[in-house]
């Protein structure tokens, strides 16, 4: 059964910091994996999605890297702001057909809560 | 971008009573949607995958009976749960898939409150 890590659980920064969320997980046989924003009590907003093949992926001040053969990603997110202040949740999916499924289940971590304070 | 609603955004409702959500992609044919649950400061946690015209696949230790899911549309899909208890207040999310890709569209959520 995948198991998906997040640390820290909280991390509070001041404003212009660069700063590295964790993710590990438990089977390295995974199709991409994922990272999500969630605003409280709203849903989730992808920023960046790793295939398997891929090292690394990058979007603005956001960079995921992946290294899959010791289940470890980690998102780094530049000259952080404010509004950067959220939840950050790493999701790991299974390949197609993987438990008997054609989709390939998601599996979230718990999530890092970033505050960053001006 | 692909978008997926929810209604009600948030409910209250008496222990005891029943609660319908709805989950509508708005632009694309959801041939897949999935529903999840999440405790506060909790991750998402998967409750069931529907496909358009089938049952619903169930996770375990997630009682179906308690957790109608109808999928009658390729762009509608309901959650309901019967005969709500305090303990399942949570916030809701749902999700589609649309046949031949892999990106999951979430939904903003819904808010159950059971007094």
């Known amino acids: 059964k995948q198991e998906v890590t997040q640390i820290p659980a909280a991390l509070s920064v001041p404003e212009g910091e660069n700063l590295v969320l964790n993710c590990s997980f438990t089977d390295s046989a995974i199709y991409n994996l994922q990272w999500f924003r969630q605003d409280p009590g709203k849903g989730l907003t992808s920023l960046l999605l790793i295939q398997s093949s891929q090292r690394e992926q990058t979007s603005g001040r956001l960079n995921a890297s992946l290294d899959k053969s010791s289940g470890r990603s980690t998102l780094y997110i530049a000259a952080s702001q404010p509004g950067d202040s959220a939840t950050y949740l790493c999701?790991?999916?299974?390949?197609?057909?993987?438990?008997?499924?054609?989709?390939?289940?998601?599996?979230f971590g718990q999530g890092t809560i970033l505050t960053v304070h001006p | 971008g692909a978008v997926v609603s929810q209604h009600p955004s948030w409910v209250i409702c008496k222990s005891g009573t029943s609660v319908k959500i709805e989950c509508r992609s708005l632009?694309?044919?959801?041939?897949?949607m999935f529903w999840y649950r999440q405790f506060p400061k909790q991750s998402l946690m998967l409750m069931a995958t529907s496909n358009e015209g089938s049952k619903a696949t169930y996770e375990q230790g997630v009682e179906k009976d308690k957790f109608l899911i109808n999928h009658a549309s390729l762009t509608l899909s309901t959650l309901t749960v019967t005969s709500a208890h305090p303990e399942d207040s949570s916030f809701y999310i749902c999700s589609a898939r649309s046949l031949g890709t892999d990106t999951q569209y979430f939904g903003p959520g819904t808010r159950l409150t059971v007094l």
């Open positions: 999701a790991v999916r299974q390949p197609p057909g993987a438990g008997g499924t054609s989709y390939g289940k998601l599996t």
């Open positions: 632009d694309f044919q959801a041939t897949t």
